[in-house]
């Protein structure tokens, strides 16, 4: 190896020194990435923002569920995060919405960023690997990603138990940290791609401007441009026979589920809702005889086992592809 | 051939895509020496030092930093050398003295150690009072030292600084000379500074390179190159009376390569020095009236100046390079 000669020309000590030394370098760029994110008055914004939406929907939601039935006294505390008020949206759709751009703002100038200042150039040229840097980025992003979801999903559940009255059974809770899991998940697809932009680009507005036209592409266009496709490949009218009406739909959501958007609801829809049997068209002779009832939790996770797959694969792929760019790109001062 | 000294680049080339960068430069820089490379924009002096830090990969060619081969072992060689680049950039929402911590941190100096550096580093860069104030209130020269504590922060063999004196004003330009003198003859530190500002340079470097397109076109100390460079091409200014012979009289004398009329004066070609006692008596023998006879040396930057426009003209593809910046 080489670093065996070179250690006869110098002290030794620094040589196994270095080995030992890289997992401490990566610990450091964590530690200050994450005050950064922390102390940044971006992340300020965005989080309260979230959080008042996610306060106010909860509000209607509560005033909602307790004008409910008393039959309807199961599964409360996911109800909560799924029962739209009288004029509000659901806090999971607030989250659906938001938490893209939570993602984006943290990764949009990650790497460009530090290249216009001109720090970049200084940090690497310090005796750590680029992988400590990469990672070290996004290991920080992500460890906000999970505090800021957990911090507020317990504050929902937390005063949501408190002012239902109700105790929620352990499966709801489960239930309730999956769908928090795979919301980690989904920002984190938007924030490695706006980490992969910020590397693309040299201007941190264009690496920004690109994360939102996905963003806006994936979450309103791609939905939309999948009803007008399938229309067109199997044209329904009120006389089309059942199957190609069957068709188009399934061509429709195969094509939005290209989109990462549509996995995301329809994973945290089934998660949250008990009562979401499928995913997919039903015909009436398979729900005739059908009892109805909650999904076990087991089930639920096997609807939507490719849904979670996809949307890790999605951002591990994104992450590998920024890695590997990153390791090979010219700096330049 | 040989890597003999602390930093040795052999035939180094470094091309993107039709555009040769670094064209087979061949540079030998002595431990303990302060050598200046010296050029203008876009000579490919950044790109030499980008290599010489293992930051980019050279096209061909080899080289070694401190016994170290930076395409391979990067690491080792970023640990002995302190880099400064040109429009250093902090950390703005940092104090000074939190940038320099976090260096440290990478560098694995911790605790009181690190602290104890930090403070004298920053008493040296005359930055102690501002420390714990946030980097964006700094000025450029005040950005420029805490640089050098950066650099020097890490206790490196070899220090490289990239335009250290751009956009600096001539005071604060003269303190961080002064600083950048220290490190190489007060602390032993081999010291490659590169810049396009030869005037300001000259006065610490012990020796200097003039690289232009990519090419060490000549390399030395200041005051031999200055002869070198000056040596055969010095004019002769006369101002004499009769004009109408002075042309036959300089002509007649040996040695006289050629002669031009400027203003009222005559330029005289030739080997000045020798020549201008041969003229002179060869004018008084004619009976004519001598005003005026001088040597016209070239200063420094005239040289220079010289050297890069000549050069400029020659390869005019240098703005193709600029462009690149």
Known sequence: ?333 | MEHDGIISTVDLTKTYGDITAVDHLNLEINKGEIFGLLGPNGAGKTTTILMLMGLTEPTSGSLRVGGYDPMRDALDVKRIVGYMPDNIGFYDDMTGRENLRYTAELNHICGMEAEARIQSLLERVGLAEAADRKVKEYSRGMRQRLGVADVLLKDPKIVILDEPTLGLDPEAAKELLDMIRDMGRKEGKTVLISSHLLLQIQSVCDRVGIFVKGKLIAEGKIKDLAARLSSGCNVLEIKAEPREQLDDAVKSVAGVEDTEVEGDMLLVKGDGENLAPRIATELAARNMALYHMRIREYNLDDIYRKYFQGEEVKQNGISKLQHKK
């Not at chain 1, 720090?119 to 040229?125: C, G, H, V």
């Not at chain 1, 005889?289 to 694969?313: D, E, R, V, Y």
């Open chain 1, 1 to 333: 190896m080489a670093s065996a000669s070179s250690s006869i020309k110098n002290d030794e000590g620094i040589e196994k020194k270095a080995k030992h030394y890289t997992s401490a370098n990566l610990a450091t760029i964590f530690k200050k990435e994450l005050a950064d994110q922390f102390s940044s008055s971006r992340f300020t914004i965005l989080f309260f923002l979230i959080m008042i939406t996610g306060a106010v929907s909860f509000y209607a939601a509560v005033q909602n569920i307790s004008g409910a039935s008393a039959g309807d006294s199961e599964f409360v505390l996911v109800k909560i995060f799924t029962r739209a008020g009288n004029s509000l949206p659901p806090f999971t759709w607030f989250l659906s919405l938001l938490g893209p751009l939570v993602g984006l703002s943290m990764g949009f100038d990650a790497i460009n960023g530090e290249q216009n200042r001109g720090t970049m150039s200084r940090l690497l040229s310090q005796p750590i690997y680029r992988d400590d840097v990469i990672n070290g980025k996004f290991l920080a992003r992500l460890a906000v990603l999970a505090i800021m979801t957990f911090a507020l999903g317990g504050f929902v559940a937390g005063m949501g138990i408190l002012l239902t009255g109700v105790a929620p059974s352990a499966e709801e809770i489960v239930r309730l940290l999956l769908y928090l899991a795979l919301s980690i998940v989904y920002m984190a697809f938007w924030l490695v791609l706006s980490m992969l932009f910020s590397l693309l680009f040299r201007q941190t507005a264009t690496s920004a401007l690109g994360g939102i036209a996905l963003w806006l592409l994936f979450s309103i266009f791609v939905p939309l441009l999948a009803g007008m496709v399938a229309d067109a490949v199997f044209p329904v009218s009120d006389q089309s026979p059942a199957i190609t009406q069957l068709y188009n739909i399934e061509l429709k959501q195969g094509l939005a589920r290209l989109s990462p958007a549509t996995l995301y609801s329809e994973a945290s829809v089934t998660l949250l809702s008990p009562d979401v049997r499928t995913l997919g068209p039903v015909l009436a002779e398979q729900a005739s005889g059908a009892i109805m009832g909650f999904l076990p939790l087991g089930q639920s996770l096997l609807l939507i086992w490719p849904h979670l797959t996809g949307l890790i694969a999605a951002t591990l792929i994104i992450f590998a592809a920024t890695y590997t760019l990153f390791l090979r790109q010219e700096i330049r001062a």
